[in-house]
């Protein structure tokens, strides 16, 4: 399927809007964190599978993580945390995640969500200044 520029991006906020309608028209239930609990659990589900599953869930944290972020910088709030154009890709969301856990190893609880991890360690790694 070939979309013009942007067009990813339309199609994805499109489906968010549909879906947050349904939700508050009782049609869904609202999305839950994965818990700390939870990842590892997944991690550890199949060896062949557990961790690229775990992997797919911290890049999506993170790309939801950017766009929350984002979110409150158009609504005229301050950012959680800013980039300003340092490199961030995909493929760092384990890594943040393992360092951030590994950080502040007596601060995070079994039941904790695993976006709290990340986007406290956005904050960590991505100050404003």
Not at 29 to 36: G, T, V
Request: proline share 5%.
């Amino acid at each position: 399927m070939s979309l013009p520029r942007g067009g990813w991006k339309k199609m994805g906020a499109s489906l968010a809007l549909a879906l947050s309608v349904l939700g508050a028209a009782g049609f869904m239930a609202p999305a839950q964190a994965m818990s700390l609990r939870e990842f590892a659990a997944l991690e550890q589900s199949d060896p062949k599978t557990g961790e690229a599953f775990a992997n797919y869930y911290l890049v999506g944290a993170l790309e939801s993580a950017l766009e929350i972020n984002a979110f409150h910088v158009r609504s005229g709030a301050k950012p959680l945390f800013c980039l300003n154009g340092r490199r961030l890709v995909p493929s760092m969301a384990r890594s943040l995640y393992a360092t951030e856990l590994q950080r502040n190893s007596g601060l995070y609880e079994a039941d904790m969500g695993v976006p709290l991890v990340l986007t406290n360690a956005l904050t960590t790694v991505y100050p404003c200044e």
